[in-house]
């Protein structure tokens, strides 16, 4: 069976060219970058010239790259370093209520550790309302951490206007660009971009390795202590051939941005416009423009997502329900939940997310598949049977 791989926020294939820049650096030179023969300096060079690739990609200076674990890490980095270097001028942070967990349960520690945390709500398509941050702003306010995309719903932030309000309210403007990187542009000084967060594994890049864009002049505590490295903001023997890795990635994407983003744009088009003229009873969840190039976010009525998400697998198409639940007792997403979405609606949530190796043929082939799975699912649902009786309502 061909397989369908629709699942790329979760993450995303490794281009071939990214594994053959990768390679040197696991067979031949595989040195410390901190050494001085050869092997050490043909890991530094790789090292530098990866950064100076990431750098580009968004606008900033080579030095403001600093190398890290992945998107997790650079938003505690970014929350958490900023916070407690911070700490002189004043111990409120805001953020919204759509965050990814490493932005939000950062920001729980936080509260723990004496901070203050305000939450912005969003509208009922997951848009931030920039008046509710000038509104929220404070003079102890040390940080604003919003999200440049969201990675359930795919809605768009305005980051650039977030990003003017905080500065204009004497505040650092945070933003996880881990959904965004090659799908939209970016530039950290035309967006008052002060702290920026990437992860390789979602550009076709490898897991384990990500990227925090920090301000020239923005003061961090390190979250990590040891030998130094990356200015000793990230001690710890960097992973050479992660980073070549992410540096290629981003490179490609940026190169190919102009022709995958269109593409994608279309191919989700079809995947939204078929899905929701073929199922009945089928929602899009997300602003319908304002919105990843690459995501579809659907609720249906009378099915739960996970059972979606394995009939279409045996179907041979990898999808997700979106959110990844690790507690019984919280299986709604919070995201949905604060779209207002009701936890019964909630639970019938898909999330179709593209990528640049995706085609056409398989959007078509997808919609044959969410028809049949669709329709058998309601076929064997209590709940759909009784809504369709007479007396069930
Ligand atoms: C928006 C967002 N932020 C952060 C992360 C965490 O990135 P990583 O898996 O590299 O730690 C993810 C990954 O799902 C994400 O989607």
């Known amino acids: 069976m061909q397989r369908i791989y629709f699942d790329n926020s979760a993450t995303t294939r490794p281009d071939p060219r990214v594994l053959e820049a990768m390679r040197p650096y696991l067979e031949q030179w595989y040195?410390?970058?901190?050494?001085?023969?050869?092997?050490?300096?043909?890991?530094?060079?790789?090292?530098?010239?990866?950064?100076?690739?990431?750098?580009?990609?968004?606008?900033?200076?080579?030095?403001?790259?600093?190398?890290?674990?992945?998107?997790?890490?650079?938003?505690?980095?970014?929350?958490?370093?900023?916070?407690?270097?911070?700490?002189?001028?004043?111990?409120?942070?805001?953020?919204?209520?759509?965050?990814?967990?490493?932005?939000?349960?950062?920001?729980?520690?936080?509260?723990?550790?004496?901070?203050?945390?305000?939450?912005?709500?969003?509208?009922?398509?997951?848009?931030?309302?920039?008046?509710?941050?000038?509104?929220?702003?404070?003079?102890?306010?040390?940080?604003?951490?919003?999200?440049?995309?969201?990675?359930e719903i795919g809605t768009i932030q305005d980051v650039r206007e977030l990003g003017a309000i905080a500065h204009e309210g004497g505040a650092l403007f945070h933003t996880d660009a881990v959904q965004s990187i090659g799908k939209v542009p970016i530039d950290v000084e035309r967006d008052n971009i002060d702290l920026l967060a990437i992860s390789a594994h979602k550009f076709h890049g490898p897991k384990g390795v990500g990227a925090l864009y920090v301000r020239k002049g923005v003061n961090l505590r390190p979250l990590v202590y040891g030998g130094g490295q990356e200015r000793g903001l990230r001690s710890s023997t960097e992973n050479v051939p992660g980073i070549v890795g992410l540096g290629k990635a981003i490179e490609i994407c940026m190169q190919e941005m102009d022709e995958s983003v269109p593409r994608m744009t279309s191919i989700r088009d079809r995947v939204i416009q078929g899905t929701l003229s073929r199922v009945e009873g089928c929602y899009l969840n997300g602003h319908r423009q304002r919105r990843l190039c690459n995501n579809a976010h659907f609720r249906f009525d009378y099915v739960e997502g996970e059972a979606l998400v394995l009939s279409l697998d045996l179907k041979g198409i990898a999808s997700s329900t979106g959110s990844a639940c690790s507690s019984r007792d919280s299986d709604t997403s919070h995201v949905l939940k604060a779209l207002g979405i009701r936890n019964e609606h909630a639970r019938g949530s898909l999330r179709i997310s593209l990528s640049r190796m995706n085609t056409t043929e398989e959007a078509e082939r997808y919609l044959e598949a969410i028809t049949e799975v669709v329709a058998m699912l309601r076929s064997i649902s209590p709940v759909a049977m009784l809504s369709k009786s007479p007396t069930g309502g």
């Open 31 to 151: 040195g410390n970058a901190s050494s001085i023969h050869i092997f050490g300096r043909e890991s530094f060079n790789a090292l530098e010239e990866a950064r100076n690739r990431t750098s580009k990609a968004i606008g900033a200076k080579t030095r403001e790259v600093v190398f890290t674990s992945g998107g997790t890490e650079s938003d505690n980095l970014a929350i958490q370093g900023a916070a407690f270097a911070n700490l002189s001028k004043g111990n409120h942070i805001i953020t919204s209520s759509i965050e990814h967990h490493a932005v939000l349960n950062t920001c729980h520690f936080l509260e723990g550790q004496g901070f203050r945390v305000t939450y912005l709500p969003v509208d009922p398509d997951g848009v931030v309302d920039p008046e509710s941050l000038k509104t929220a702003i404070t003079k102890g306010t040390i940080l604003v951490s919003v999200m440049t995309a969201n990675n």
